[in-house]
């Protein structure tokens, strides 16, 4: 029984608990650092870590009608593709130390755009309202399948954006939406789209699933503790720690 990675699920997972972010995020840095994995294994691994503890969210969701399916089905229209492309390119192309940069670059670029939009959470709303008399409905759709392709390669070659910054841009896009079905059409959406890329990195080879058995016991318990605290613990505070671990993780990855 591998501990570490049971209290590495755990404490991963009472942090998404909390915050509703930082899954992905705060796991691949963990899997690079602590379990000292390679990158392109940290990503697939990950993956696979957000598709099935976001499932049961996803489902809990829909159940409660916080889903809005259309847009749903906009950015998956974007990312799917976008996810498979990116597989397809990187099947082709091999795993060369090229790709291995590219994979870490990108990392600590979204490790950083995540703390931006953690920081700043409360105004993207805002500046969703001011461009609003900008993006007429018409162009509101084909705006969402395009952050949706951006969302599709940024997971696939990083496994984060699906979370904070998948939900920031639907704020921008729709910021009449209610954030709690900004929140459930996020996760409907991230789903399906970590498992395509979860299953194109594991045809690389990219899967440690023994470690992913292990991270999802301590998940479990972690995020139903997480959700508990979350009521006693200042949103500022744990915004500023999350913010703090995600720029100094993304500093470390991009050095």
Request: proline letters at 3%; a positive charge.
């Amino acid at each position: 029984m591998d501990w570490i990675a049971i209290l590495s699920g755990f404490g991963v997972g009472a942090i998404v608990g909390m915050t509703g972010v930082g899954g992905g995020s705060l796991m691949t840095p963990l899997l690079l650092s602590v379990f000292k994995l390679n990158p392109a294994v940290a990503i697939g691994t990950d993956l696979w870590f957000a598709a099935i503890t976001k499932s049961a969210g996803s489902a809990s969701h829909h159940l409660a009608g916080h889903v809005n399916w259309r847009i749903t089905a906009l950015l998956l229209a974007g990312s799917i593709p976008a996810s498979a492309a990116t597989i397809a390119l990187m099947h082709t192309t091999g795993l060369t130390k090229g790709w291995a940069s590219t994979l870490t670059f990108s990392l600590g670029i979204a490790l950083l755009l995540t703390a931006v939009v953690v920081a700043y959470k409360q105004a993207w709303h805002a500046v969703g309202l001011r461009l609003e008399r900008w993006i007429p409905d018409t162009r509101k759709t084909w705006l969402t399948v395009l952050c949706g392709l951006i969302l599709g390669v940024l997971v696939s070659l990083s496994s984060i954006g699906a979370g904070a910054i998948g939900a920031t841009l639907i704020m921008l896009i729709y910021p009449r939406l209610e954030s709690h079905r900004v929140v459930g059409t996020d996760i409907a959406h991230a789903v399906p789209l970590t498992l395509v890329a979860g299953i194109g990195h594991a045809t690389l080879g990219h899967v440690d699933w023994a470690l992913l058995l292990w991270l999802l016991i301590g998940s479990v318990p972690g995020i139903w503790l997480g959700a508990q605290l979350t009521r006693k613990m200042p949103e500022k505070l744990v915004r500023a720690l999350l913010c703090t671990a995600l720029v100094t993780a993304g500093l470390k990855v991009i050095h």
